[in-house]
Structure formats: C-alpha cells, structure tokens
C-alpha cells in the first residue's frame, strides 16, 4: 500500500526559504504531487512530478518559485519552496498514485488515491 508521510513543515519569515519532504512506503508510484490547503479556501494545487518521467507541473502561484524534485533510491520527493509569502500559509499535503489505470492530470486532486496528513507552513508577515 502507498502511504505518503509529510515532514519539512513550520515557521518561517516573508522571503525565506522551507523544504518539505515525503516518503512513500512503496515504489509502485507514478505520480507524486503536492497540494496545500488554507483557511477558508478550496485545495490548491501546488506541484506534482511524473514518475519514472520526471515531468514536472507547478500551480501559477508558486510557479518560479517552488521547485518538485525527487530521491528514486530512497522514495522521496522533495518541495523547495523559496521567496516565501504570508499566502503561503497552509497544511500542505502530499499526494500519490499506484500503477492504477485511466488517464490523469497532475493538477487534478481526484487523481490521487494515496494522501498524507499533511504538514503546516506559516509564514510570517
């Protein structure tokens, strides 16, 4: 079974820089994507990479800033999240699929059978 554990999170000032982490239990994945949660607003979607493709997709708010990469050998994916901003504040949650069939989208969270519990970021103003 894929399950997705989130560690990085916390606390960090406008313009700072966090790195979150997942890891997955199994290496049956093909997608592997981020998506955030805040207060009174809908998931968004973050970032998500291809796997073993390493396509990568970012939402338009974090584009240019936010970086989606990934440890083969060790099940990681990583989220550099860099110039941060207060409407960055979120749970952000990692997400996972297996080898099911059908066709997907990166940016679309139903895609997504396997959910961490996610792992808060606040940045301070």
């Known amino acids: 079974q894929v399950q997705p554990v989130e560690s990085g999170g916390g606390l960090v000032q406008t313009g700072g820089s966090l790195t979150l982490s997942c890891a997955v239990s199994?290496?049956?994945?093909?997608?592997m994507g981020w998506f955030r949660r805040a207060p009174g607003k809908e998931r968004e979607f973050v970032a998500a990479?291809?796997?073993?493709?390493?396509?990568?997709d970012y939402g338009d708010s974090v584009r240019g800033r936010f970086t989606i990469s990934r440890d083969n050998a060790k099940n990681l994916v990583f989220l550099q999240m860099n110039t941060l901003k207060p409407e960055d504040t979120a749970v952000y949650l990692c997400?996972?699929?297996?080898?099911?069939?059908?066709?997907?989208?990166?940016?679309?969270?139903?895609?997504?059978?396997?959910w961490g519990r996610g792992t808060q970021v606040t940045v301070s103003s």
């Open positions: 997400a996972a699929r297996g080898r099911e069939s059908g066709a997907y989208s990166y940016n679309n969270p139903s895609d997504y059978p396997y």
């Open positions: 199994e290496r049956t994945v093909t997608l």
């Open positions: 990479i291809g796997w073993p493709s390493s396509v990568t």
